[in-house]
Structures are given as structure tokens and as C-alpha cells.
């Protein structure tokens, strides 16, 4: 669109495309933010514009959700720990040496 109304209406969408379908956030975002690097002054801000409504309509995960996924991968894995532990990595380094801590997250 031509106009900046119609440029923050496409981004209040694409907004609401991300929170209809959160599992193609990776390949939305990777569309959207090339347009950050264009020439064009409104063409960035639109996009801008874009990517902060699409931030305003997905999940956001809190530290203790995350704290908690990562305690429940490790316990899957055989790895006992506590968050405790997550917050002394040394020592949780100690406990999975000889293991891929990658092969945790991506099963």
C-alpha cells in the first residue's frame, strides 16, 4: 500500500498471521525482516511495524516455564538436576561431560 494507514493495517495482519499460525513464525519473520534493509524509509518502517506486532501476538514463554522445560529435557535424558543447579553451571557442566547437551533439545 501507498499510504501509512494501509502500511500499519498490513502489519496489525501479519500480526495476527503469526498468532493464527505460531509454526511458521521462523520462516514469517525471515519474509518480513529483509524489508528492514530496504532503501526506502517507509518500506523499513512498515516492516519495523510488522515485526512489533507480530512480537504482540505470539506466546511469550516465561523464565520458569523455560526453567521448567529445560529441568523436564534434562530429567528425560537422564540428567538429574534442580534449578539450582541450571543457576551453577559449573557444576551442572560436571554432570553432562561425555554428553551432547545439543542432542537434549533437538529430539
Known sequence: GSTQATRLT???QIGEI???H???LTSLLKKVSQYLRSKKWDTRVA???A???IAENV???SLNELIGSV???MSESGISCSV???CAWPYLQAKITGSSFRRLFNQ
Open 22 to 24: 505460531p509454526q511458521d
Open 18 to 20: 503469526a498468532k493464527s
Open 84 to 86: 539450582d543447579d541450571l
Open 71 to 73: 529441568v523436564t529435557k
Open 47 to 49: 516492516a519495523a511495524h
Open 10 to 12: 498490513a502489519a496489525r
Open 59 to 61: 506466546k511469550h514463554i
Open 51 to 53: 515485526i512489533g506486532s
